[in-house]
């Protein structure tokens, strides 16, 4: 069997960009919490369509809830580069950047923050699931259109 990829788009790498974590010292694991999630991705596509890069950035926040006080909160970016090995010519490489990418990054990210926080004596960290189609159709400012 060839390693050699004929056509399509393979992942070349995924990298840490940033990674930063802070948690209070004291937290009262009796007190009920709130997670505050914002996901945001973004993506490039570079001449001639060879690669695409994409960037996926997560802020992640615990406070108490109905308070503003911050007990934990994280900062985690990955990129992503994808190599183009002659997709067809219908094939939507910008909706690709904006939903496949990030889909593909974003257990990367999940795992790092659940390490992260087992690291700092709490439970882990689960992101919950995400809609990437839902969310780029946000982030355009219109709706998918499910014909297509």
């Given at each position: 069997?060839?390693?050699?990829?004929?056509?399509?788009?393979?992942?070349?790498s995924?990298?840490?960009?940033?990674?930063n974590f802070?948690?209070?010292?004291i937290?009262?694991?009796?007190?009920?919490?709130?997670?505050t999630?914002?996901?945001?991705?973004?993506?490039?596509?570079a001449?001639?369509e060879?690669e695409?890069?994409?960037?996926?950035?997560?802020?992640?926040?615990?406070?108490y809830?109905?308070?503003?006080?911050?007990?934990?909160e994280?900062?985690?970016?990955?990129?992503?580069?994808?190599?183009?090995?002659?997709?067809?010519?219908?094939?939507?490489?910008?909706?690709?950047?904006?939903?496949?990418?990030?889909?593909?990054?974003?257990?990367?990210i999940?795992?790092?923050?659940?390490?992260?926080?087992?690291?700092?004596?709490l439970?882990?960290?689960?992101?919950?699931?995400?809609?990437?189609?839902?969310?780029?159709?946000?982030n355009?400012?219109?709706?998918e259109?499910?014909?297509k």
């Amino acid at each position: 069997m060839s390693d050699e990829v004929k056509t399509g788009i393979t992942i070349q790498s995924v990298i840490l960009v940033e990674s930063n974590f802070k948690r209070k010292d004291i937290i009262d694991f009796q007190k009920k919490q709130s997670q505050t999630v914002d996901i945001r991705p973004s993506h490039n596509i570079a001449p001639g369509e060879k690669e695409i890069y994409c960037m996926l950035e997560i802020k992640y926040s615990t406070s108490y809830e109905g308070e503003t006080e911050i007990l934990v909160e994280a900062l985690i970016k990955m990129g992503g580069i994808f190599q183009n090995h002659g997709v067809p010519q219908d094939f939507d490489l910008t909706k690709f950047g904006a939903i496949n990418a990030p889909a593909i990054i974003f257990p990367f990210i999940r795992e790092h923050l659940s390490s992260l926080s087992v690291n700092a004596g709490l439970s882990p960290v689960l992101l919950p699931p995400v809609n990437f189609v839902a969310l780029a159709s946000q982030n355009s400012g219109k709706a998918e259109n499910p014909t297509k």
